[in-house]
């Protein structure tokens, strides 16, 4: 990564700085091999997803692709960034023969091999792909994809707006020990919506050039299909709120949160929330229509949480219970539903508790 600065000029704009810790092929956090996901830190986890907390999550996502397999007429998944493969397996085992055909399309090779491990007994009904083909039709999933997407950091001081970007700070004599920090640069960039702060505040946030160029991506190749994103954030009114001055990156090791990415890098996950708005600006503008954006409570509490957790018994229910509460995965996650070349409708998950007009 020092070379990378220096090759540049002594500067690199943080979504590079974060592209290269996660994904750089063999080192990257998304690229090497440690564990990662999981409950525990003991098991050198860092985080826990929905698909790898409860089974139901996956049982409860499978009820809306089959609504959307029966509004687009398509029988194939598309998951983007599939993990462990733990929600592939619930899908695919929830949903059987109905789906025809599931493709993975994952940046990370460490991960894939996982995958590849797991999902062995589904033989020829998954595949990975590396590229999206020019069409295509069916269901695109993604849980928690966007938010490890890189994002770019924008500052305002006394005014003036900079692109936050990295540097090396210092290295040691023996060359082993080496510091990055920050540095700012003069940008014309701007967040979409100005903070209501006074102009000699100090302010930090996000953009997400590159997942709002992932779903025009989405929206360019599919011809018919829907597209169910699940992920952390808000609309655009909360999330440029002037509260969260300080923006929403952090870090993610061993189960704690930090906010420096600037060290262990290649072994902390780093990520932002989404901005929900502009991941559904970005889909009208490419072609789709919006079709519902709601919590994951009122999501999967749509798709028949209530009556699954009846059928549980008691760790299992507070496990699945966990993927609702408030508190927990409940509100702070969010589902988006899109759609591409079909008739607008109510999709499953979001009859209930509708939130298109927080966007
Ligand atoms: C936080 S993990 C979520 C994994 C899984 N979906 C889950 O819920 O457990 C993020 C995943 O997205 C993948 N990823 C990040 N950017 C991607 C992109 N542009 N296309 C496909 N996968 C991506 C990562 O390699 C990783 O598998």
Same mark, same amino acid.
């Given at each position: 990564m020092a070379e990378a600065i220096a090759q540049a000029g002594g500067w690199i704009p943080f979504d590079e700085f974060m592209r290269m810790a996660l994904y750089e092929p063999g080192l990257g956090y998304y690229a090497n091999s440690r564990s990662k996901f999981g409950v525990m830190p003991e098991h050198g986890s860092d *985080?826990?997803?929905? /698909?790898?907390? @409860? /089974?139901? *999550? #996956? +049982?409860?996502v499978a009820v809306q692709v089959q609504d959307a397999f029966a509004h687009t007429g398509t029988s194939e998944v598309w998951e983007f960034g599939a993990g462990t493969g733990a929600l592939a397996e619930q899908l695919l085992s929830t949903l059987g023969t109905a789906?025809?055909?599931?493709?993975?399309?994952?940046? @990370? #090779? @460490?991960?894939?091999?996982? %995958? $590849? +491990?797991?999902? =062995?007994? *589904? #033989?020829? %009904?998954? $595949?990975w792909a590396d590229s999206l083909p020019a069409q295509m039709q069916g269901v695109v999933v993604g849980n928690e994809v966007l938010d490890a997407m890189p994002v770019k950091l924008l500052l305002r001081q006394q005014g003036v707006w900079q692109e936050r970007g990295v540097v090396v700070g210092s290295v040691s004599e023996d060359g082993e020990d080496i510091r990055f920090a920050w540095a700012e640069r003069p940008t014309q960039l701007r967040p979409p919506v100005e903070p209501e702060l006074p102009p000699e505040a100090e302010y930090l946030t996000e953009i997400h050039p590159q997942g709002e160029a992932f779903v025009a991506t989405l929206a360019d190749r599919i011809t018919c299909g829907a597209v169910l994103l699940i992920d952390y954030g808000f609309g655009e009114s909360e999330y440029y709120h002037p509260q969260r001055h300080m923006g929403t990156l952090v870090c993610h090791h061993l189960h704690q949160v930090d906010s420096d990415p600037l060290v262990l890098v290649g072994l902390k996950d780093i990520t932002a929330h989404v901005n *929900?708005? #502009?991941?559904?600006? =970005? =889909?009208?503008?490419a072609g789709m229509d919006v079709l519902g954006y709601t919590s994951q409570a009122h999501f999967l509490i749509n798709c028949g949480l209530g009556a699954k957790l009846d059928q549980l018994e008691v760790i299992?229910? @507070?496990? =699945?219970a966990k993927l609702m509460m408030e508190h927990e995965m409940g509100e702070f996650f969010k589902a988006i539903m899109l759609s591409k070349g079909v008739a607008s409708w109510e999709p499953a998950g979001f009859v209930q508790g509708d939130r298109m007009h927080r966007l």
């Open positions: *985080f826990v997803t929905a /698909p790898e907390l @409860s /089974p139901v *999550f #996956g +049982e409860l789906c025809t055909r599931y493709t993975i399309v994952d940046v @990370s #090779g @460490s991960l894939r091999l996982r %995958q $590849q +491990e797991r999902l =062995a007994r *589904f #033989g020829d %009904q998954v $595949q *929900f708005t #502009g991941i559904a600006v =970005a =889909a009208q503008d299992a229910r @507070s496990k =699945a």
